[in-house]
């Protein structure tokens, strides 16, 4: 399957400040990225959807202003998680679809584990 | 009620066992399905991918879909060790999933 990178693997920051997570397709052009977020024992919520260049389109309840999106490139997209607060506090995941294989499918990266203090 | 509903587990057999995990979904709009497995910490790895009615086999996986019942499942032959993870199943439409909560299996030596 294709392979998905994020980045960093972990972050630990201060209430109040901002944080920028990658993400990346190594080995395919990824046409759309999801972001997700998972909170402990539950399931991916999805967050935001984004198309390269396009606006990202979020799901109800996720504050935009919050969580800015880009995906500048085919291979890549960004989520900064601005004026970070305790309880946002989560594992956030990637996925990445497109060219190479199936629209449907999605390729998930390792995953981003935050903690704000 | 939540589009895909899966029972959290934990679900504990013994290595060899077939391992039976299911899900259900309320969306008749979900025109594909899929299986993931999450080790802790981890992001998921896709495991099966289906659209139809019907089952499809990978190996030691199998994954079975009935969409008149909205029921999908994912049945694991001569269960290892190593196939111990978080079992996520996800119905989609329109490029996006709707996931469930995942199921929790330890296969013990």
């Known amino acids: 399957g294709a392979v998905v990178s994020q980045h960093p693997s972990r972050v630990i920051c201060k209430s109040g400040t901002s944080v920028k997570i990658e993400c990346r397709s190594l080995d395919f052009q990824a046409t759309t990225m999801f972001w997700y977020r998972q909170f402990p024992k539950q399931s991916l919520m999805l967050m935001a959807t984004?198309?390269?260049?396009?606006?990202?389109?979020?799901e109800q309840g996720v504050e935009k202003d919050k969580f800015l999106i880009n995906h500048a490139s085919l291979t890549l997209s960004t989520l900064t998680v601005t004026s970070a607060h305790p309880e946002d506090s989560s594992f956030y995941i990637c996925s990445a679809a497109g060219q190479g294989g199936s629209y449907n499918e999605q390729f998930f990266g390792p995953g981003t584990r935050l903690t704000v203090l | 009620q939540k589009e895909v509903e899966q029972d959290p587990g934990p679900l504990s057999v013994p290595e060899g066992a077939i391992v039976s995990l299911n899900c259900t979904y309320s969306?008749?709009?979900?025109?594909?399905f899929m299986w993931y497995r999450q080790y802790s910490r981890k992001g998921p790895e896709l495991l099966m991918y289906?659209?139809?009615?019907g089952n499809k086999e990978d190996g030691r996986f199998t994954a079975q879909v009935d969409k008149s019942s909205k029921y999908i499942s994912l049945f694991i032959r001569d269960s290892q060790p190593s196939d111990s993870a978080t079992y996520l199943c996800a119905g989609g439409s329109q490029g996006n999933l709707i996931f469930g909560k995942g199921t929790k299996l330890s296969v013990k030596p």
């Open positions: 969306n008749s709009a979900f025109q594909y």
């Open positions: 984004s198309n390269e260049g396009s606006k990202a389109t979020y």
């Open positions: 289906t659209y139809s009615s």
